[in-house]
Each structure stands twice: as structure tokens, then as C-alpha cells.
């Protein structure tokens, strides 16, 4: 039982090229987020999909796109990536049982460090 | 007004004393309180979850929620050198949708003096 596992763990990009963050877990999770954080502003949500085949903005979707893949996987897109994406980027988990509304608790990846020169 | 505010410190305590973590929030709707702990380039993990007023309490660590005041607390006690970290407050506000999410406070720097 992996958990939830993210590729790649480092990236070097230059202004305007594209890549995929990949994220994956195996603890048949409903809900996945992806998350950015950045020093001093902490962990911001950039998008989430409650179930398969959804998917939600969070509060900085802006020059991101995500997939929703299966239940498993969940993506990260940068179509031209910016010097203002170059972050720490996490994905996270949870389970989201009926009546369990805001007690399952969130699981994280171990995260992708982006630099966009 | 940031949703959820903690003093970004550095907190430093001497080994063994209790150390305080406090966190704010403005959602009065919010009914789920989480503190997560980070150490340097680690991810988060859950420590505690508070969803009641009062305190619940798990080994040395105690969660303190208080939703009149809209104010969340992290006590730990007999602090050792291993809970120097961030520690991160997340509240869950709902979205009118099939899910919820969690938002962030920026975290507050603990270091634990030998």
C-alpha cells in the first residue's frame, strides 16, 4: 500500500514549455486535490475532483487543467509554464464516506518541487 | 482578511515545556478543524482533528476549539526537539457541492530547544 505517490519529484522547466504532474493512489479514495505551496502563503487549493469524472476549481486554477483520469489517478496540467508557477505542488486523498461529511481525513503525496526559469 | 490566520513565529520552546499553536478563521459555517504537521521539505500529516467545542486530547497532544470566538488552539506537551516543525491549521468549509475543502493557514514555525 503505496499511498498516494506523485512523479516527478523534481522539474526544471523554461518559461512557456508544458508538463504533466502525475498522481496516483491506491487507497480507493473518492476525492483528490492538488495543492501548491509557496513560502509564506501556505497551501492553496489549485483544483479538487469529488468523484470520478468531476472536477472543481480551487483557488488558484489559473494556467492549470486537470484530469480526472479513474479513480486512482488524477493530473496536473501547465500548458505554458510560468516563473510564477515554480512552486512545491502536492496531491492529497480522501476517502469521503456517506455521513462522514468533514471527518475523513487527507491524505498527501510527497510532492513535485517545480522551478519555470 | 486571510480565512485562516496563524502567527508564522518562529515558536521556540525549551525541551520539555508546552508550546502553543494558535489559528483563527473567519468561516462561522466551518464545522472541521485539523492540525497538520510538516517537517522541511516533507509533506503534511495529520496529527490532530477537532470537530466539537472543547478539547481532545491525544498522547501530548491537545486540540482546543472554541467556534463562538472562531479560535483553534495545538497545545503539545513535554516538547521534544522531534516536534520541530510547521504545523499547519485546516479548516474545512463546505462548497454547496458533493464535496468540501479544506483551506490553509500559512503554518506556524515550532523549534524546540535542547
Known amino acids: 500500500n503505496a499511498g498516494v505517490t506523485q512523479t516527478p519529484k523534481f522539474q526544471v522547466l523554461k518559461t512557456g514549455q508544458s508538463m504533466t504532474l502525475q498522481c496516483a493512489q491506491d487507497m480507493n479514495h473518492n476525492s483528490m486535490y492538488w495543492y501548491r505551496q509557496d513560502p509564506g502563503m501556505g497551501l492553496r487549493l489549485i483544483y479538487y475532483?469529488?468523484?470520478?469524472?468531476?472536477?472543481d476549481k480551487g483557488e488558484v486554477p489559473n494556467g492549470y487543467n486537470v484530469s480526472r483520469l479513474n479513480k486512482r489517478e488524477f493530473s496536473l496540467r501547465l500548458e505554458s509554464a510560468a516563473p510564477s508557477q515554480t512552486s512545491v505542488y502536492f496531491c492529497a486523498s480522501r476517502r469521503q464516506l456517506t455521513g462522514t461529511w468533514g471527518t475523513d481525513t487527507q491524505y498527501f503525496g510527497p510532492g513535485t518541487r517545480l522551478t519555470v526559469l | 482578511q486571510k480565512e485562516v490566520e496563524q502567527n508564522s513565529g518562529p515558536l521556540s520552546v525549551p525541551e520539555g515545556a508546552i508550546a502553543s499553536l494558535n489559528c483563527t478563521y473567519s468561516d462561522r459555517g466551518s464545522q472541521s478543524f485539523f492540525w497538520y504537521r510538516q517537517y522541511s521539505g516533507k509533506s503534511p500529516e495529520l496529527i490532530m482533528s477537532i470537530y466539537s467545542n472543547g478539547d481532545k486530547e491525544d498522547g501530548r497532544f491537545t486540540a482546543q476549539l472554541n467556534k463562538a470566538s472562531q479560535y483553534v488552539s495545538l497545545l503539545i506537551r513535554d516538547s521534544q526537539p522531534s516536534d520541530s516543525a510547521t504545523y499547519l491549521c485546516?479548516?474545512?468549509?463546505?462548497?454547496?457541492?458533493?464535496?468540501?475543502?479544506?483551506?490553509f493557514g500559512t503554518g506556524t514555525l515550532l523549534a524546540v530547544q535542547p
Open positions: 475532483s469529488a468523484s470520478e469524472g468531476t472536477t
Open positions: 485546516a479548516v474545512r468549509v463546505p462548497t454547496g457541492g458533493a464535496t468540501n475543502k479544506l483551506i
